[in-house]
């Protein structure tokens, strides 16, 4: 009963008021809230167990991108818009390791504490901020923030997703709207205060995570596949307005199944997520002269758009 009564207050309504209608709904109010300070700890940023031999540890040994002595103290400010546990603790571990300083926003940052001390240790500046990524005055306001507390990003990547599975005649419309929400104007609104930023300073790079749906449209996948092909359209515009500028924008579609755990790693067709996040960065890296402004990402055993 609760859950059909919240189902009810999710949907739109109108009060006329003479000349002006007020439209309203009713939803869950979150707020921008900093995460807690994490001290620095006295010992060195140590690689997770995660990063086993021939994966992500290894990563680091045998390339060139990874920071040494000879290269700049940092290597500029990363946001990462959506971060849970898998992919995205990946990406900010393996972006802190290659040198940037990081931003990570999550609708709840008490719950990235424990990341943020583990990342701290490297003696990078990171902070975690909280915030609803599909509302206009949070990400204006906590791009502010950033900006003015740590410098304008070199890099931000948007990486949230919200499905909803369902044949489309059983779609209800607040779980349409939510994951077209979430999966393509959160990127809109990202996207526009990153490059607000940027442009004053004539570079930077703009990623926007799609996955198989960014692409193929299948059945009882309508709410991902609307949301995920509409941000695809979003990098595609983007790149044309913003690379004359120096602003570097791809869409990086992930056609996989991104593994969680060591333990899921097997015979099946997975992406292990700091393979992922290796790719996602040497995008970032790409001279001006070889721009790409879309990749796609597979394990090499997986049969391409089966993922979505």
């Not at 994966?55 to 920071?67: E, I, K, L």
């Not at 901020?129 to 990003?153: C, M, N, W």
Request: aromatic share 8%; charged share 20%; net charge neutral.
């Amino acid at each position: 009963m609760p859950a059909l009564l919240w189902r009810r207050l999710k949907v739109w309504r109108r009060i006329g008021l003479g000349p002006i209608t007020l439209l309203f709904k009713f939803e869950r109010s979150i707020g921008v809230t900093k995460g807690k300070a994490a001290a620095t700890l006295a010992y060195p940023l140590l690689p997770n167990p995660r990063m086993r031999q021939g994966g992500f540890a290894d990563v680091r040994s045998r390339t060139a991108a990874a920071p040494d002595a000879s290269q700049p103290s940092s290597q500029g400010m990363a946001v990462i818009v959506g971060v849970g546990p898998g992919f995205g603790y990946a990406l900010a571990r393996r972006l802190v390791l290659e040198g940037f300083d990081v931003a990570l926003i999550s609708r709840d940052a008490e719950k990235l504490n424990p990341l943020v001390v583990e990342l701290k240790a490297s003696g990078r500046i990171v902070a975690s901020y909280g915030g609803d990524a599909t509302d206009e005055r949070t990400v204006d306001s906590l791009f502010k923030q950033i900006v003015e507390l740590h410098g304008t990003p070199s890099l931000t990547i948007y990486s949230i997703q919200e499905s909803g599975p369902g044949e489309t005649v059983d779609v209800e419309l607040p779980a349409f709207e939510s994951a077209w929400r979430h999966n393509c104007l959160g990127a809109f609104l990202v996207s526009r205060a990153s490059a607000r930023a940027m442009k004053g300073n004539g570079f930077g790079t703009i990623l926007l995570i799609g996955s198989t749906s960014s692409v193929v449209g299948r059945a009882g996948h309508l709410n991902l596949a609307v949301g995920k092909f509409g941000q695809r359209a979003l990098a595609q515009v983007l790149s044309r307005e913003l690379w004359p500028l120096g602003i570097h924008v791809a869409h990086a579609i992930i056609d996989a199944d991104i593994a969680e755990s060591p333990s899921e790693h097997s015979d099946q067709p997975q992406s292990d997520p700091d393979d992922i996040a290796f790719s996602l960065i040497a995008v970032h890296r790409q001279p001006k002269t070889a721009w790409t402004s879309e990749i796609d990402l597979r394990p090499w055993n997986e049969k391409f758009w089966e993922h979505c």
